[in-house]
């Protein structure tokens, strides 16, 4: 790949992992909630389905995605339930009275792999990045070299920085929390949380594949 190609793949990349997204608000939840240490599995799970899915596109399924509108629909309705079920929860759970509200923003009881998981769920809940993925790599791949190596290069450079961004944001967020500890606040960030989570998953269910 040239060097040309190469700040060109970069930039794609900040602007895909610096951009806002369903990601990056749920590691800011959980740096909030739980501090920045546990927000390092959601990092771990978000890369790690980055990398997933970057193996699905470079094995076909990506194209599969293109062609067939049945096989994406069922992939993209069952990822925005999954968000919107994550919304609902947050909604939906009890907040606590304020004295013991320093105490939820710090607990440390929230099991590493839970976040793990629901963060590898956030990032595998969205078809669309397989589609974009596959869309993307052939623009960058040199045919007559060698395939994986440079598909392995393309996608630890998305991963490493997609987890930078992330824990960039999961920062910011811990930076914050101690905002939370005033009464009612962490009702309305839970309903606000949990409403945009929602929002996402309602964007990925109307949204089309094109």
Known sequence: MTIQSWLIYLTLVIIATS???PAVFFIMTNSTLHGWRKAVFAALGNIVGLFCLGTIAVTGLGTILKTSEII?????YAGAAYLIYLGLKR???KSSDFSTLKDQLVTRDVASQKIFFQALGVALSN????VFLTALFPQFV???QPLMPQFSMLIAVLMLFSFSFLM???LLAHKAKY???KPNRVSVFNRTSGSIFI???VLLATSSNK
């Not at 078809?127 to 397989?130: G, L, Q, Y």
């Open 19 to 21: 951009t806002p997204g």
């Open 142 to 144: 040199e045919t007559n």
């Open 72 to 76: 994406f629909n069922m992939i993209k």
């Open 168 to 170: 960039f944001y999961a």
């Open 127 to 130: 078809p669309k990045a397989i």
């Open 199 to 201: 929002g996402f998953g």
């Open 91 to 93: 909604i939906l759970q």
């Open 179 to 181: 905002w939370l500890t």
